[in-house]
C-alpha cells in the first residue's frame, strides 16, 4: 500500500470511527439522543409491561415525548410513578413529558416509564420489542426495547446492591 493509499484508509476509518453512533442501540431524532431501550421479560399470562429509556436533548429548545406507541400492545402510554405520603402512586402523563434543552430524562422503574397494557404476546429475554415514540419537534421515533430478564432493574440485567424497584410486569390493569 502506497503512501497516498494508506493517508485515504486513514481518513476514511477517521470518518467512520467519527461518524458511528456511542452505542449500537443509541437512536437519533432531531437534537434528541434516545439511549439504553429496554424492557423486561413477562411472566406467562402478563398483560402489563414497562419500558425504560434515557432520551438527551442537545438543542437549544425544549421537546415533548406526547405518545407511545406499540403493536404488542393494544394501548401504550407515557407514565410517571411517584411516592406521595408513602403510597406509591402511578398515573399516566396526559400532557406529555418535557426534555429541557441540554438536559437529560430516565425513564426507569420507580419513575418516569412507558406502560404497554394489553399485551398481545411475551416478552422473552433476549428479544427487541419495536415501540414508536412520538415528540412534539422531533416528530415519530422507532425504538427497540431490548428485553432483560424478569426482574432487571437495568440494561444488562443489572441490579446488583440497587433497591428492588417495583416489577409491574404481572400487573392486570
Known sequence: MNKLSRIFALAALSTAV???????????AGD???TQAWSRATPGGAK???????????????DKLVAVSAEIAG???????????????MRPLDKGLIIEPGKTVKLAPG??????????????????????LEFERAG????????????????????GMMKKMPDHSGMKM
Not at 467519527?18 to 437519533?28: M, Q
Not at 414497562?50 to 437549544?60: M, S, Y
Open 48 to 62: 402489563v409491561a414497562g419500558g425504560f429509556l434515557t432520551i438527551e436533548n442537545k438543542g437549544t429548545a425544549p
Open 32 to 34: 434528541l439522543v434516545i
Open 75 to 89: 394501548k401504550a402510554e407515557v407514565h410517571e410513578m411517584a411516592t406521595d405520603n408513602g403510597v406509591m402512586k
Open 111 to 132: 419513575g418516569y416509564h412507558l406502560m404497554l397494557q394489553d399485551l398481545k404476546g411475551a416478552f422473552k429475554e433476549g428479544d427487541k420489542v419495536p415501540v414508536t
Open 18 to 28: 467519527i461518524a458511528a453512533p456511542a452505542r449500537a442501540g443509541d437512536v437519533k
Open 140 to 159: 415519530k421515533v422507532a425504538v427497540s426495547l431490548d428485553v432483560q430478564g424478569v426482574g432487571a432493574q437495568a440494561p444488562g440485567g443489572g441490579g
